[in-house]
């Protein structure tokens, strides 16, 4: 069964850094990435990374402040929020898919994560 577990999630204060954790469970993925929905949003994306973590593809929102990185040894990807703003705040969730391609397309990630809430005070 494949499972995909965020955590690392919480409130902190705008200028603080969090880092997000999704561990796989089940099988292995060529891509992953993090997406996230705040309230009354469509879910956008944030970030992907190839298998060997040589590419990596970030939204212009997040790009400068935030980092993907992925341990295939434990099969986890993490993302690293440096500089948090107030527009950060959403639930933030992980992606896996067997394409090579880095998308930013929802519909082309095959399995999600339940989600981590990030809430960014001022």
């Given at each position: 069964?494949?499972?995909?577990?965020?955590?690392?999630g919480g409130l902190v204060q705008a200028?603080?850094?969090?880092?997000?954790?999704?561990?796989?469970?089940?099988?292995?993925?060529?891509?992953?990435?993090?997406?996230?929905?705040?309230?009354?949003?469509?879910?956008?994306?944030?970030?992907?990374?190839?298998?060997?973590?040589?590419?990596?593809?970030?939204?212009?929102?997040?790009?400068?402040?935030?980092?993907?990185?992925?341990?295939?040894?434990?099969?986890?990807?993490?993302?690293?929020?440096?500089?948090?703003?107030?527009?950060?705040?959403?639930?933030?969730?992980?992606?896996?898919?067997?394409?090579?391609?880095?998308?930013?397309?929802?519909?082309?990630?095959?399995?999600?994560?339940?989600?981590?809430?990030?809430?960014?005070?001022?």
């Amino acid at each position: 069964q494949v499972q995909l577990v965020e955590s690392g999630g919480g409130l902190v204060q705008a200028g603080d850094s969090l880092r997000l954790s999704c561990a796989a469970s089940g099988r292995t993925f060529n891509t992953m990435g993090w997406f996230r929905q705040a309230p009354g949003k469509e879910r956008e994306f944030v970030a992907a990374i190839s298998w060997s973590g040589g590419n990596t593809y970030y939204a212009d929102s997040v790009k400068g402040r935030f980092t993907i990185s992925r341990d295939n040894a434990k099969n986890t990807v993490y993302l690293q929020m440096n500089s948090l703003k107030r527009e950060d705040t959403a639930v933030y969730y992980c992606a896996a898919t067997t394409s090579l391609i880095l998308t930013p397309a929802p519909s082309r990630y095959n399995y999600w994560g339940q989600g981590t809430q990030v809430t960014v005070s001022s």
